[in-house]
């Protein structure tokens, strides 16, 4: 709690570059559309999320908060979110019992029933279902914004288990080109030159996957002179990592060879433990997708192998034979875990789950089934526009022909949900 003061400098610095969330605090603190909302939070802890609880309570929403990954807390911005009377459960490098614990005070709190769940991975959704399922029956919707907990959500959905409207953030236009594209694109060599320190140029890297994350990576790092290597099974991915101008191989192919290995798929084993007694001494193992499956970190931790911390959320793994690879964060997510993300992409993902809640919260009964959404056209083109003032960016008007010739309002949608950017 000593920290709160130079919390709060981290929480100001983090609302000068997050236009668009501050906009729209400012523009719906009248009307406050989420009153009487009661959010369970489980994201990560950090200066940009602090941005998005203080706006949700100008909104009129109360919040209790945990975190969504056990090493991104800014514990200082925690005591300041705390200083101000927020209730938040969490700490950098909680263990996978404190993960839990903090996850269930937040949501099982006397007097104080949750009608609202924003979540980052599915964990808090997760928890309430199984543990507090008559409490789950309760909320009115989930707003989700991973990879991992949206793809929970549509499990939940096939199996009839979905009690509740869901909003996946995640894959709405604005969210995926962001915070997926641009911010990973930005995040990844931060991440890697602060635990590293290592130098780009000419090293060889194998990258897991090329949707938004995987292309964000892949663009930064061939910027600054890699050699890379991108794993698909989707042959469109596939395809466009090709004529992006980079070598489609399976994994096994290059993995003696490379200086770095990079996943961002979502997915689980993408490497396994024989993959890591493959790779060369020194080499640098990461992930950039949310789920902490990607590695099978797990098949790491055996009597064979010594555990070597280096420095905060840097492990060499030591084999027999001597050699050793380099492991940040476990495993988890490394740009949150080792460094930090650009707040301006922030603000766009936080300003999208601002009003997938307030559209859940304020919906008629009926106009949502239990059932996942994308959130609507509509919402990303305002998301849009709430920061292209830091640009100084002037958007053309059609004309009244013009809108009519192509079909269109000329405030928008102005392009079709089937549409890709």
Known sequence: MQQHAFGRREIEIAEQEMPGIMALRKRASDDKPLKNAKIVGCTHVNAQTAVLI????????????????????????????????????????????DFWWCID????????QPNMILDDGGDATHLMLKKYPAMFKLIKGIVEESVTGVHRLYQLSKSGKLTVPAMNVHDSVIKTKFDNFYSCKESIIDS???????????????????????????????????????????????LQASTDGFRVVKLNEVIRNVDIVITTTGNKSVVTREHMEKMKNGCIVCNMGHS?????????????LTWEKVRSQVDHIIFPDGKRIVLLAEGRLVNLSCSSVPSFCASITSATQALALIELYNAQPGRYKCDVYLLSRKMDEYVAILHLPTFDAHLTELSDEQAKYMGLSKTGPFKPNYYRY
């Open 192 to 238: 890697l030159k602060r635990s590293t320190d290592i130098m780009f140029s000419g090293k060889q890297v194998a990258l897991c996957g090329y949707g938004e994350v995987g292309k964000g990576c892949s663009q930064a790092l061939k910027a600054l002179g890699c050699i890379v290597y991108v794993t698909e099974i989707d042959p469109i991915c596939a």
């Open 105 to 112: 005070k937040c949501v099982n709190a006397e007097n104080w």
């Open 54 to 97: 203080e706006t949700l309570a100008a909104l009129g929403a109360s919040v209790r908060w945990a975190a969504c990954n056990i090493y991104s807390t800014q514990n200082e911005v925690a005591a300041a979110l705390a200083e101000s009377g927020f209730s938040v459960f969490a700490w950098r490098g909680e263990t996978e019992e």
């Open 292 to 304: 902490n499956t990607e590695i099978d970190v797990k098949d790491l931790r055996t009597p064979d």
